[in-house]
């Protein structure tokens, strides 16, 4: 079974652009978390996605959102970028919402110029 | 509110010594998940081991084993007769029962010296 994809895996911007990250779950899994790593917070909870629907959502400004699909496939987007969006953005998949075994993907690596 | 700390920051080891990670971690839920995963310099998280809260049953799986004590919230990790390929960042984290948010400790990064 295909592990979780995430692209792409390197993306540079500039600030006040946005930016689209992808993430692929495994193949049966309908629930889709995001998460931001950086060397100051470390690993931060953005939201989780499960069946289209936004289910819980971390403490983060509202440049950040996502949204899911029918497929399972969800979506990150950060609008006017900051120099401290810099981070790493990693994509969970679970079975479901409440099935908190999760899969990580490789991450997105985005870097803010 | 959930808390994870991981008061080490960085363990050198020699090859084949074994080593302890340390987590302690605070909640008001009385049912929850502890997990540990492993950071490889490619930055994917792996993962290592899941524990539920009403399972205090302690396991060994294959080099890994892991210590988890209620009554003094800590699930500790050890790995035994550590290898080079164990050189990586580790990272524990607490799961509630419902939804799937994650609260992960800063990590710990381990280097293993051959």
Known sequence: KAGVTQTPRYLIKTRGQQVTLSCSPISGHRSVSWYQQTPGQGLQF??????????????????????????????????????????????????????????????TRLTVL | ???????????????????????????????????????????????LIRRNSFDEQNEIS?????????????FNFTITASQVVDSAV???ALSELTGNQFYFGTGTSLTVIP
Not at chain 1, 94 to 101: C, H, K
């Open chain 1, 46 to 107: 953005l939201f989780e996605y499960f069946s289209e629907t936004q289910r819980n959502k971390g403490n983060f400004p509202g440049r950040f959102s996502g949204r899911q699909f029918s497929n399972s496939r969800s979506e990150m987007n950060v609008s006017t970028l900051e120099l401290g969006d810099s981070a790493l953005y990693l994509c969970a998949s679970s079975l479901a919402s409440g099935r908190p075994q999760q899969y990580f993907g490789p991450g």
């Open chain 2, 1 to 47: 509110a959930q808390k994870v700390t991981q008061a080490q920051t960085e363990i050198s080891v020699v090859e084949k010594e074994d080593v302890t990670l340390d987590c302690v971690y605070e909640t008001r839920d009385t049912t929850y998940y502890l997990f540990w995963y492993k950071q490889p310099p490619s930055g994917e998280l792996v993962f």
């Open chain 2, 62 to 74: 294959g080099r890994y084993s892991w210590n988890f004590q209620k009554s003094t919230s800590s």
């Open chain 2, 90 to 92: 580790y990272f524990c």
